[in-house]
């Protein structure tokens, strides 16, 4: 798990052209947010999807786990609580869904959270489970976008 801010992407961006890729487009969001949906970028190898919802007690928030793709969650506005754990300490987790690319769990053990805030984003890799939507003290209002790169076919 990476937490950083988006001003400092360039260490990230050295670390290959998909890298690159993802941090170009999120940088582009700045600019010009887009409207939510699903954004290609490199077809399926990266694609984007741009989400606005409000955040939810932590209770209320679920666990999820990806094998074939890394995220890189990108926060433009509001502030979010993410949860992180090692995927092995998902309680009781559902079969993965191939289609979705998606292990999901109502529990984590020893779980720490991470605070975002307008600009920053985390990357959770395979290895990572994450509880996004949480809110920070009080709900509010999100928009970011989340940007999935392949790392296995």
Known sequence: ????????SGVYEKMGPAWEAAFRYLKSCEKAFPAPGQYEIDGKRIFA????????PGEECGWEA??????????????????????QN???????S?????????????????????????VFFPQDAHKPRCQ?????????VVVKLLVQE
């Open 49 to 56: 999807s741009v989400q606005q919802y409000a955040t939810l």
């Open 1 to 8: 798990m990476i937490k950083d801010h988006l001003s400092r």
């Open 136 to 144: 920070c003290g009080r709900p509010e209002n999100i928009r970011k």
């Open 90 to 96: 998902m309680t009781d987790p559902s079969a993965y």
């Open 98 to 122: 191939e289609e979705k690319d998606c292990l999901v769990s109502e529990r984590a053990e020893e779980e720490t959270p991470l605070f975002l805030h307008p600009g920053d984003f985390a």
């Open 66 to 87: 990806h094998r074939k793709y890394i995220d890189i969650q990108y926060l433009f506005e509001g502030n979010e609580c993410i949860g992180f754990a090692p995927v």
